[in-house]
């Protein structure tokens, strides 16, 4: 079956990615070639986003074999109006916050995240260029919704009604996850680079 697309996708788009369609079409129609080349694409895409919500471990990938199931089951809606990768990583996104929800890990609200403060300000190039460890390592020292909001606004782009959304907290909460997730990053990188300590 076809996906109608609508007629104001800009047709350069569409172009772009004809190809990747055309492997979601034939792996929507029951290609096996296709699926499997369309699964070895996206694998690695769903592991990065599970593992950047999740941390590394058998959750993460658990879940991103589950995010690869509904990927190859929703190829029929991928109509090529933007990147393979970025639709599979929307998906994934999805899937694991159910997962969350599900096994209700994810707290909604939290006494102390009810400031929405303001914009998240920017981490200052001085910090991200000279970053002691990888940021993953970084982010697994967040705790977990925290960790959840700073990379689905920062590496996935989402804005805070999406992750509100996605989270089930109020946009004032996902703000001061974000906020403090970052406040919390700063401390730990300076710390490591031995920023603003006094010499003995």
Avoid: C
Wanted: charged share 30%; net charge neutral.
């Amino acid at each position: 079956m076809l996906v109608a697309v609508p007629t104001d996708a800009p047709p350069d788009d569409l172009a772009d990615h004809a190809e990747a369609r055309a492997l979601a079409r034939a792996t929507a129609a029951g290609d096996r070639q296709a699926a499997t080349s369309f699964a070895r694409r996206l694998l690695p895409v769903a592991r990065r986003v599970t593992r950047a919500l999740l941390g590394a471990g058998t959750d993460a990938d658990d879940v991103s074999q589950s995010a690869l199931v509904e990927l190859l089951e929703s190829a029929r809606t991928y109509a090529g109006q933007g990147p393979l990768e970025a639709w599979a990583r929307r998906i994934t996104v999805r899937v694991t916050m159910r997962w969350l929800r599900r096994g209700r890990r994810l707290a909604v609200v939290a006494h102390d995240e009810d400031d929405p403060g303001s914009e998240p300000p920017d981490l200052g190039d001085d910090l991200r260029e000279h970053i002691p460890r990888a940021v993953t390592d970084y982010l697994e020292l967040l705790p977990e919704p925290q960790r959840i909001a700073l990379v689905l606004r920062h590496a996935l782009d989402h804005t805070l009604p999406e992750i509100a959304e996605l989270t089930g907290a109020p946009v004032p909460t996902v703000k001061s996850r974000v906020l403090k997730a970052e406040e919390t990053l700063r401390k730990l990188i300076r710390r490591d680079l031995n920023l603003g300590r006094p010499n003995p």
